[in-house]
């Protein structure tokens, strides 16, 4: 096991903008072990008044789309044009990659992962969907008070991990391709009207025409949209990461929807509700992982859920029936 | 209290069709004492062989676009034209009906309440979501039970209840004005996305070509989603209560839904999807109930929760703290 530091070494490293503390704080809050779970609890509540102070992005898209590629001509964008410090995390709960490879992302996003003024860190490996989200979460957290003002979380568009990155997000952003069609069935139905923005990615080129056709559809479909609680309609625009085009577009569009929703309140309101439904949920998780890590439930689950599936016994009865067990 | 019976003789009258046992067990069902939930219990599991025969509905829409009008005109039209004995529920928790009340409803739906094919049961008074969730799933088994062959679950289209309806329910419509404007905003971000089938109501008199542009917009905006996963592409049509139009046009629809899905095996999919997510769904909530019912969780939480949305705690403290006091 790696070395251990004191609560207070983390939250001085951190707060001071040392990377590698800060890796190391992520390393705890990733770690499956009670002792590092505790010692990562203590560090999050200490650095707590530092955070909060970044404008977090959600963007997702399905492969092929050019995500990485967006994320890292966006995320040079916003350190060279906006003078942004940025971090990037990946919710990907699917990722194969072995254990503290980061490489997998270096090689990803070349010119960012040597930016000073970028840190990026990868889906940790081996963990649920639940256990991804709750590590992200923290490491917003932690991010955030390491000085780092846009936080970018990255996941791809073909689960539920979209819900869980946009209920921890400010700015949800969707990132399609022109005229795609089987593309398309990739995104799962409602991640659209999630979308405080979708970009059309490849502008380039012969390119260019269909991109922008494809904007005029999706502008026309988003208007038969009800308008979300921020008050904000959503934008569609077109970007290139090879022609470095839109991307201007896009962070002016992000400015507008933060300067709307902290006039409106609804900023405020959103983060608080988060925070609120993000301690509710691992209430639930907490009560959901003790049960099904019973015993008599772990035994006996599997042949009460065949007769449920089967429409043998109800779904209630075997509830009653599990539930009685510990 | 009213009085009890044995489980055989609520099995033996609702198997025979007796409406007025079928009603009493929906008021076990419905009950909140232990002594009825288990009574209810026994009796649902002996039923349940008999169960799960019939075309489960789903119907939304927002107030003022006829939703009373169009499920009694459909129903008149599913029991004379098809030959169907139905049954009619609603999940409407926000319901200020007063306890037992079917005279709300009654009223509303005039005629298809004094057919004898017919059978209408409001949403019971004084209880949550998840309460009328949990009563009204097993009330979809009692009447199948006691030989209903389609069973209409209707919901008021502004909140979460479209999400528990969805998910206990084989096909979803929606109910929509045309060129409605701002009653369209009423209707909840990610609803139209639920909807196997739009229909336009109030395509009568000067309505009529109002209706049929709103039928094209739909059409296209529709055509952008995503394809389900149950390959079926949803439709839109319109249809009048007044002049009984469109009726039989909905009615094939949900026909060609049940050929399509039955036939690539969606259908049975679904439903045992279903019914294991009940039983998830029910572990969940006992798990909840048992835990926020905790006398010092009750006490803790207001102070707790109010440090979390102000972000003077973090939830994943927060929610250690709590779950420790049990």
Redesign the interface.
Known sequence: MAKRFSPDQYVSGILAGDRVMLSRAITLVESKLPTDQDLA?TV??KV??H??NSVRIGITGVPGVGKSTFIETFGNYLIQEQGKKLAVLAIDPTSQRSGGSILGDKTRMESLSINQQAYIRPSPAGKSLGGVT?ST??TI?LCEAAGFDAVIVETVGVGQSETAVHAMVDFFLLLMLAGAGDE???????I???ADAIAITKADGSNISKAKSARA??QN?IH?????ASGWSPKVSVCSAIAQTGLDTIWQTITDYLILTQKNGYFDKK??DQ??????????Q???DN?YSHQQVKDQLPA??EQ?????????????E??RLV
Chains 1, 2 share one sequence.
Do not use: C, H
Not at 224 to 228: H, S
Not at 275 to 284: A, D, F, K, S, V
Not at 308 to 320: C, D, H, M
């Open positions: 609890q999050i509540d707590l008044p955070s909060g709750r979460r923290e957290i398309l069935q990739g995104i799962k139905r409602g659209m009207e999630m559809e999706y479909a038969l949209y009800p308008l979300a983060r608080r925070n609120l439904q993000w301690m509710y949920e691992t209430i639930r907490g009560l959901e049960f009460i859920a449920v599936k089967l429409g043998q016994k109800s779904a209630f009865a075997a509830a009653a599990l539930l």
